[in-house]
């Protein structure tokens, strides 16, 4: 079946420094591949997204690849902010027979440390 | 920018009662979604709603379950009765074909604690 896996929090960093977390996925046919962001206290807000292989989705300064060959979206930022401070969520979309329905990492917290 | 709205954002029930959680989409939306989010735990999908129907619904998803779409605004999950295990927060979503396949737009939840 369709899964995702996200390296395990939480992930403490100093304001500037650069930030990764990975993603990998398992899925038949061609999924769609999302970061989704959860602020304290708040719902989950779509961060970018890719829909085919090597599509680079980015906003905010975060960036992450669909790289097929290695079944992989990692999310990358060069320098993290406080208020970058969340859960991050990595989280697929088959094409097929699912409907659209997520399916959805566990989650890497991230704090940054001014 | 239009958003999902959900009410009520904390609900307290105790066992064995029925709630009802309630959302409006984006007013021009046409897929609808519930998943949740027990706490610390990933968020689980329970079901998609097209066209006045179910159009998939996962495990989770069992007969204490019903949505429906009683108008042309609100879109609600029902758990008819409640257990300690339904505590979560609860995430209506909704999404439009064309405007970027499968990219749902999610409500700020609703936090149900079953006592």
């Known amino acids: 079946g369709n899964s995702v896996t996200q390296m395990e929090g939480p992930v403490t960093l100093s304001e500037e420094a650069f930030l990764t977390i990975n993603c990998t996925y398992t899925a038949t046919g ?39 060959e290695t079944t992989s979206f990692h999310l990358e930022k060069g320098s993290v902010q406080v208020s970058d401070s969340a859960v991050y969520f990595c989280a697929l979309s088959a094409w097929e027979g699912s409907q659209g329905n997520l399916i959805f990492g566990k989650g890497t917290k991230l704090s940054v440390k001014p | 920018e239009p958003e999902v709205t959900q009410t009520p954002s904390h609900q307290v029930t105790q066992m064995g009662q029925e709630v009802i959680l309630r959302c409006v989409p984006i007013s021009n939306h046409l ?55 339904d505590s979560a927060m609860y995430f209506c979503a909704s999404s439009a074909p064309g405007q970027g396949v499968y990219e749902q737009y999610f409500g700020p939840g609703t936090r149900l604690t079953v006592t």
Do not use: C, H, M
């Open chain 1, 30 to 68: 061609y999924p769609s591949l999302f970061w989704y962001v959860q602020y304290p206290g708040e719902g989950l807000q779509l961060l970018l997204k890719a829909t085919k292989a090597d599509d680079k989705g980015s906003n905010k300064g975060f960036e992450a690849t669909y790289r097929k």
């Open chain 2, 31 to 85: 897929y609808f979604y519930w998943y949740r989010q027990i706490l610390g735990q990933k968020v689980e999908f329970l079901v998609s709603f097209y066209n006045n129907e179910i159009s998939e619904k996962s495990e989770i998803f069992d007969d204490q379950f019903s949505v429906e779409r009683p108008d042309g605004s609100n879109f609600t999950l029902k758990i008819r009765s409640t257990k300690l295990e």
